[in-house]
């Protein structure tokens, strides 16, 4: 056993130079994860005739080979437990998506938890649902724009941009309390939602016919729309009955809205005002005041005093946001590929929307709670854009993204935000 040598630590050397202390060999010989060595060594005489040495060599060898030993068994013995563990995950995959019995017990357990998602259909304070936080440069994952209010049991949504009714769906909240969509303006990103909203709700079982509020121009949008849908009103009253899907209440109905107080019912109260979005005229944001919290939604505008103002003191501001530095880059790289279309484009709508890195500066000016910024141009998909975004905002601004949801109980100063579910 004198032949054993300490296996080669970082503290050999230290060895070497001290002359092998007990101390400093026990240090060498322990690993991590070893056992303790055998504690006979600090009992072996001074006049013994195996020298501390000697012992250390004979005994602790010994005991740490043993330890050694252990050690390597029980590292194999983990190897073949996660081994084994994900053989038989992979045998569960592989039955569960190659086999009949195993594709309908998947899908049996995610209708089960698709219809257990218990809807919100009230919250004692504003509930913001972020349903759309693009704008025309959509991306996957975002609708177009579209802000959900709930106020006590009923919900409001501003703007329906394409996609926002699924954004919905997806996030199993239920489009029963809509009792009406308010529009900001008549761009497209901001209508063609309009359809899917009405009969989602309708669907999820709405008892009352679908308002939709806006400025003067309103009527031909309804009007539009209901000419558009009139077929499918038919059809989907000729296939799931009258009882399930009441005819009255599918056509949309139309309000004409001007600035000031547009609706007062029960605690809340919503105030429309015009914001600047020209050539586009007239264009609103809104307002919303419940129980002493309030919520304000720029829709598309430039920053303006009148939004300052309608913002002042707001719980929570979601404004329309526009990164210059991207759109700059985005026009620059059209330009030099000869793409002149697109770059008239980036040139133009830097001047109808307000840039992020003016937003700070306005929340805090209005004495805003929380900034949230929406309706991107462009959408920040990856962490370089939102970075971009970022730059000149105070840190505690919030993206927001599709199905993040802000909450603010009443009777209370607390502002919960709550990332989208996966
Ligand atoms: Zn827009
Ligand atoms: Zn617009």
């Known amino acids: 056993m004198n032949g054993h040598r300490p296996r080669k630590t970082t503290t050999g050397t230290c060895c070497a130079a001290r002359g092998s202390s007990p101390r400093c060999l026990r240090s060498a010989l322990r690993l991590p994860g070893d056992l303790p060595l055998n504690t006979k060594e600090a009992t072996v005489p001074r006049n013994s005739r195996r020298t501390r040495e000697q012992s250390i060599g004979y005994d602790g060898l010994h005991a740490t080979h043993r330890a ?6 029980r590292i194999k013995a983990s190897l073949a437990f996660v081994a084994a563990l994900a053989a038989l995950l992979a045998a569960g995959f592989w039955l569960v998506a190659h086999t009949r019995s195993g594709q309908d017990w998947l899908l049996s357990r995610t209708a089960q938890t698709l219809f257990a998602n218990t809807p919100i259909v009230s919250f004692d304070g504003l509930r913001v649902f972020v349903c759309g936080s693009a704008s025309p440069l959509v991306a996957p994952g975002h609708a177009q724009a579209c802000i959900g209010v709930l106020a006590g049991d009923d919900l409001y949504v501003v703007d329906a941009g394409m996609g926002s009714a699924g954004t919905f769906q997806f996030a199993g909240e239920s489009l029963a309390p809509l009792r009406a969509i308010l529009l900001t303006h008549f761009h497209s990103d901001h209508i063609t939602g309009i359809p899917d909203m009405n009969l989602n709700s309708w669907v999820f079982g ?34 799931h009955g009258a009882e399930l899907l009441p005819p009255e209440l599918a056509p949309l109905q139309a309000e004409t809205l001007v600035v000031g107080v547009v609706l007062e019912r029960d605690d809340l109260t919503i105030t ?15 307002r919303f005041d419940y129980r002493g919290r309030s919520v304000v939604v720029s829709g598309d505008t430039v920053v303006t005093d ?5 913002a002042r003191n707001a719980d929570l501001l979601l404004h329309d946001a526009l990164s210059l530095p991207i759109v700059q880059a985005l026009q620059a790289g059209a330009t030099n590929a000869g793409r002149a279309r697109q770059a008239k484009i980036m040139a133009d709508i830097p001047s109808y929307h307000a840039h992020a890195a003016q937003l700070g500066a306005l929340a805090e000016s209005a004495g805003v709670r929380q900034l949230a910024l929406y309706h991107f141009v462009p959408v920040p998909r990856n962490y370089l854009l939102r970075q971009v975004f970022r730059r000149d905002l105070p840190s505690e601004a919030v993206l927001a993204l599709d199905g993040m949801v802000f909450e603010l109980p009443a009777g209370s100063a607390a502002i919960r935000i709550h990332e989208p579910s996966a």
């Open 272 to 286: 429309a005002f015009s914001v600047d979005h020209s050539p586009v005229q007239p264009a609103f944001g809104y």
């Open 306 to 310: 009148g939004l300052r103002g309608a």
């Open 206 to 239: 709405r008892p009352q016919p679908l308002v939709v509020m806006g400025p003067v121009g309103v009527e031909r949008i309804v009007d539009g729309f209901n000419a558009v849908l009139a077929f499918d009103y038919g059809y989907r009253v000729a296939h």
């Open 68 to 73: 050694e030993g252990f050690s390597l068994r």
